[in-house]
């Protein structure tokens, strides 16, 4: 982030501090339980966001050498993510030609080609058809060009590898992030590497997860054995680029900020900064690494995440792994306590106990991203 952004933001929060004040909407608002519940909901954020919009879908270290490949299901469609050997990321439906069985079943690995696991059909790494067993009786004529991988658009930038399942044209994923994206490229995440990654399966409504990350008015209550001690009382900023929202979580050791000279003044030393990525990426900015956290909405009521501690690659092998180790941990013990959360919420909204919920003037980020969703939907 631009050093003249970065003293703007402390600048805003030690005034908020100073006065005892939040960081507030003009007005308090309320939305309705439905927006959590709905199948009919749920179908439309499938096909209007989930199946339509570009979404990272892993890093670009996770298919670093040529013949890497990964699978993954997203809005409940089988992919399939290879390097070929020129280097250049794609991605394919993890479909067979034949007659469309699951062609990898492998999480992931190295491959040059891909062997259909029911009768033997086999592709390259960059989706070309190379093997049919007993072609000439059984497929005379057959074209082979004509059976290549379903090919999905895909693009690897600022160090990840994003991909959309829509048909159509391609999508240009900087454009995509708008004003977001010089903060993004600054994140440096192509010099990272994954230290580990915890998944959870979470019975709660995926939008539920990503808002629990945008305020924290939470913090003193719900994280009061973990890192409560560690921020600032109900304060944090945000700011929207388009559907993506940039949030600034202070840290207690903000105050001190008054007495250094403003040159000296980091962000990131005193605060953790959130990109909300829309849809369904948020990256978690901390001192000396960042929290990749990646929603996959299943059903109404149910989410896949994947939470990835990203660090330095330099300090991969540098004799740290119990720091990161315990780093993750507290990561992972935190947002615990936030996903036991969310599953109640669900099950409370489901009661019908209640006929709407409010967000806060200082929860307002939440209803922007609720803004968000309903425009993509509209
Ligand atoms: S379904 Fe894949 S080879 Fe037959
Ligand atoms: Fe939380």
Redesign the pocket.
Known sequence: MEKATQIELIHELLELQHENAQFLDERWEKTGPERYLSPDLFARERERISLALPQIVAHASELSQPGDFRTLDIAGRPVLLSRDETGTVRAFYNV?R????RLVNDASGCRQRFS?P????TWNNSGRLIGIPQEKSGFPGLDREEYGLHELHCEEYAGWIWMRLAAGDGFDAQASLGGMAADIEGMMAGDHVVFETTTREIAANWKLLVEGGLEAYHFRVAHKNTIAGLFCDNLSSYRCFGRHIRSVLPRATLAGLKEEPEAAWELGRHANVLYTLFPGSQFLVQEDHFIWIQGIPVAPDRTQLRLSTMIPRAEDTAGKQAYWQRNHQLTITTLDEDFALAEGIQQGLASGANTHLNFGRFEGALARFSEFVDDAIA
């Open positions: 067979c034949h007659r469309g069985s259909c029911y009768h033997g059909w």
